[in-house]
Nanobody, 119 residues
Framework: QVQLVESGGGLVQAGGSLRLSCAASGSIFSINAMGWYRQAPGKQRELVATRPNSGSTNYADSVKGRFTISRDKAKNTVYLQMNSLEPADTAVYYC?????????????WGQGTQVTVSS
């Protein structure tokens, strides 16, 4: 099993910044990609940003130019720098990791961290 532990959420005023962190641990075989998703009340979980080992970084249109995803592959850690935050960014943010094992790809989720942006 792979465990993902997120940190860095909180309450911030509109226009402010937060940095989320997520560290993967446990029986990791080979992390293929890590990313962030979010879920606002009454809405479906949506992609925020993903960063694969190879290929392009992917951002939701709503966060392009404001959020930056980065990874420390040696530490199996992913970060999300969020600038110019808006009330619409209020949600629970979930870390995601895809582990490539001999049997196939396995997806893991963190417990979520709350981000609240006040107007």
């Amino acid at each position: 099993q792979v465990q993902l532990v997120e940190s860095g959420g909180g309450l911030v005023q509109a226009g402010g910044s937060l940095r989320l962190s997520c560290a993967a641990s446990g029986s990791i075989f080979s992390i293929n990609a890590m990313g962030w998703y979010r879920q606002a009340p009454g809405k479906q979980r949506e992609l925020v940003a993903t960063r694969p080992n190879s290929g392009s970084t992917n951002y939701a249109d709503s966060v392009k130019g404001r959020f930056t995803i980065s990874r420390d592959k040696a530490k199996n850690t992913v970060y999300l720098q969020m600038n110019s935050l808006e009330p619409a960014d209020t949600a629970v943010y979930y870390c995601n990791a895809v582990d490539r094992r001999p049997m196939g790809l396995y997806t893991y989720w963190g417990q979520g961290t709350q981000v609240t942006v006040s107007s």
